[in-house]
């Protein structure tokens, strides 16, 4: 765990537009002096802001959004934590803030997905896929692969039932394609490349949509409350952008 502290209470203002959901809770904040506040991070992409409410001592822990270079979210955020001692914010955190940050984010991978499987069912004729592969649907593959391996793991997770067979299978025909990825990267000593894998193309071109079908099925049945963003095919697909995005960066 990285944190970063801020001792004298001086949080960044600019720090505080990055709260996923900051509302009514943590906008106050930039008006007072706090005791003290600081970034939590995970190494992994969650990072959380940990602050002390200066008029009544309460200890606030809110998500901050994930870079846009590595995924775009919509819709309301997890609900910022608060509470009256630091264990007690520490458990809210666990059982509720972590698996509501989660979830929200599998949701929003699963619609960069969908988006793209959407602009390639309408835009590019099955059966005439150009070689090499234009930028566009490079990035999109690797986007896809990129988020594959964390809606697999949601999936297989989500609810106490077993999969059925055949969305057992599906999974596990994309854990042996993201493992055989991986292995032909470490065998070449270098990163992961999938935009340039005719294996990975094909492998997404034929059973994507069943992919992303598993896992509507399991991560966003298992959403609840009015506040999750839902994954819609209504509107209209935009093609998929050739290189990272240039949003703002933390």
């Given at each position: 765990m990285d944190i970063e502290h801020?001792?004298?209470g001086n949080i960044p203002t600019h720090l505080l537009d990055w709260v996923w959901e900051a509302g009514p809770v943590l906008a106050p904040l930039v008006k007072y002096r706090n005791s003290g506040a600081?970034?939590?991070?995970?190494?992994?992409?969650?990072?959380?802001?940990?602050?002390?409410?200066?008029?009544d001592g309460q200890y606030l822990v809110a998500t901050l959004l994930p870079s846009p270079d590595h995924l775009h979210v919509t819709g309301a955020g997890p609900r910022t934590v608060a509470a009256p001692t630091a264990h007690a914010v520490a458990s809210e955190v666990r059982s509720r803030l972590l698996p509501e940050f989660e979830q929200l984010v599998n949701l929003a991978r699963l619609r960069e997905v969908q988006e793209d499987l959407n602009w390639l069912r309408d835009d590019v004729e099955p059966g005439t896929v150009p070689y090499p592969y234009p930028a566009d649907l490079d990035a999109a593959l690797e986007r896809f692969l990129t988020h594959a391996p964390y809606l697999i793991a949601a999936s297989r997770r989500a609810g106490a039932k077993p999969l059925a067979a055949q969305d057992a299978k599906v999974l596990d025909r994309f854990e042996t394609l993201l493992a055989s990825l991986t292995q032909s990267s470490e065998d070449a000593g270098s990163g992961l490349e999938p935009g340039g894998t005719d294996e990975a193309m094909a492998v997404w071109l034929e059973s994507g949509e069943d992919l992303v079908a598993v896992v509507r099925t399991t991560i966003v049945a298992s959403s609840q409350g009015p506040s999750r963003p839902t994954v819609s095919t209504s509107t209209p697909p935009k093609p998929p952008a050739a290189a990272a995005a240039t949003g703002r960066t933390r």
């Open positions: 801020y001792p004298e600081a970034i939590l991070r995970d190494g992994g992409g969650t990072e959380l802001l940990l602050a002390k409410r200066p008029w």
